[in-house]
């Protein structure tokens, strides 16, 4: 089931003068269970892209589809209730909320549905899947940017998401912590039927996943395995176009 | 000829037939070398020349391993390194490793090409990250090399994850390339002054 799809989503930002193409076409669908690993350096748009398909931001062009549900169609409350409960993120740029412990902060979400000795366990366990639960007790300013990354992930799983955007993260990480990151992924999609969208700036973080794909200059490359029509129609990249440049 | 080596390195772990031999240089190897299987026969036929590895004669009495057959029913010869062969791999493992150029079609374009290829360039390099891409599939769900530092696998193992891994730097570093050239190429091309005053 097509738990997620991008259909042709565009979006431009004006930086300076001039307008930069952050996302060109983007065709994606992401089945439950799917583990997508995306490559992108600085300034790809990959960051743009899992805003975009969160319903965070609104895309310029082209519809974004969670569940059925166009989500420029959602009202901004359910847009936002989605968030809570069916779409998990984790951000480069997290923070943990003000004035809790770590654990505190992960089990927050299970407050409600939970007794808090029950919530505060089930957040110990999350931690140490992850592999930070000796920061249970710190506070976000004794943190690394490592740790920091993986609570944002323990604090996305905890509330057992259908959808979880990852936007790089095993950045920061040494190899056993990265592996151990990528596991905990891997894992999530295949037992729980987690979709994962995920972002990485180099090949060996992205070859745990299912399905791998690159995106540079807002364009998404994906296998001949998964093409829909041509790979890129760069404009007058053929002869016959009639728009090729004469140089020189 | 690297490969005569590397099929005497194979028969020096244990004997083995032809199809057999193929089979382990995939596993070992892993799947960038892109041999064909002609490639063994003929490293053989050279290394049996040579009088590095010998056929295993039949013996009595026990079903003598060279009395099976292949699919086509030719008799399926079985190989073993002669003492000589196993003091050249011993040799060919001391010394030095050479480095093969560089050689891609891709290099040879660009090269010899003008300003009023850039756009067929550019998509070049996108076709080019995308065939990057699809061998790096290939590599999907293999064990990752951080694995090797958190577990005591055989040394086999090892070194067949360090010599995927080989491949998996060297697609790495190529997409890395192709990028950069990209966005440069995309910046002439848009602006086709700066493209005149440079021919």
């Given at each position: 089931m097509t738990l997620l799809s991008l259909d042709g989503v565009t979006k431009r930002y004006a930086r300076g003068y001039r307008e930069v193409?952050?996302?060109?076409?983007i065709e994606l669908d992401v089945h439950a269970g799917d583990f997508v690993a995306i490559w992108g350096g600085s300034r790809s748009g990959k960051t743009t892209l899992l805003r975009i398909a969160a319903g965070i931001e609104p895309p310029d062009g082209g519809r974004v589809v969670f569940d059925g549900h166009d989500l420029a169609a959602l009202a901004r409350k359910a847009r936002a209730r989605l968030l809570l409960t069916d779409i998990g993120c984790v951000w480069q740029t997290g923070r943990i909320t003000r004035g809790l412990s770590v654990l505190d902060h992960v089990a927050l979400p299970r407050f409600k549905v939970r007794s808090h000795a029950q919530a505060r366990g089930e957040a110990h366990d999350v931690l140490e899947r992850v592999g930070v639960?000796?920061?249970?007790?710190?506070?976000?300013?004794?943190?690394?940017d490592g740790e920091r990354t993986r609570v944002a992930l323990a604090h996305a799983l905890i509330r057992r998401p259908r959808l979880l955007l990852a936007d790089e993260?095993?950045?920061?990480?040494n190899m056993i912590e990265r592996e151990q990151v990528l596991g905990v992924l891997r894992s999530v999609a295949d037992e729980a039927g987690v979709a994962i969208v995920m972002t990485a700036p180099d090949a060996p973080n992205l070859l745990q996943s299912h399905r791998l794909m690159s995106l540079d200059g807002g364009r998404l490359i994906k296998p001949r395995s998964e093409?829909?029509?041509?790979?890129i129609d760069f404009?007058?990249?053929?002869?016959?176009?009639?728009?090729?440049s004469r140089g020189g | 000829m690297s490969v005569k080596y590397a099929v005497l390195g194979l028969l020096a772990q244990r004997r083995g037939y032809g199809y057999d031999l193929v089979q382990r240089f995939e596993e070992q190897v892993?799947?960038?070398?892109?041999?064909?299987?002609g490639a063994i026969y003929v490293a053989l036929d050279k290394l049996e020349q040579e009088g590095l590895v010998r056929p295993i004669a039949a013996s009595d009495?026990?079903?003598?391993?060279?009395?099976r057959r292949t699919v086509r029913g030719a008799p399926r010869v079985i190989y073993e390194a002669t003492p000589e062969g196993l003091e050249r791999f011993e040799d060919w493992m001391a010394t030095g490793s050479s480095m093969s150029p560089l050689r891609e079609q891709l290099h040879l374009k660009l090269a010899l090409s003008?300003?009023?290829n850039l756009p067929r360039l550019i998509e070049l390099t996108y076709e080019q990250e995308q065939a990057c891409f699809e061998r790096l599939e290939q590599h999907l769900?293999?064990?990752?090399?951080?694995e090797l530092l958190s577990s005591t696998p055989p040394w086999s193992a090892v070194a067949s994850v360090m010599v995927r891994d080989a491949e998996i730097a060297h697609l790495q570093a190529t997409v890395e390339w192709l990028r950069r050239i990209r966005e440069a190429m995309r910046w002439l091309h848009e602006r086709p002054e700066a493209l005149r005053s440079r021919t």
């Open positions: 193409e952050a996302l060109a076409g639960a000796q920061c249970a007790h710190a506070r976000w300013h004794e943190l690394s993260p095993t950045a920061n990480l093409q829909r029509g041509t790979l404009p007058g990249s053929r002869p016959a176009s009639g728009r090729a | 892993g799947p960038a070398w892109q041999l064909n299987a009495g026990e079903t003598p391993p060279t009395r003008q300003p009023r769900g293999g064990a990752p090399f951080e």
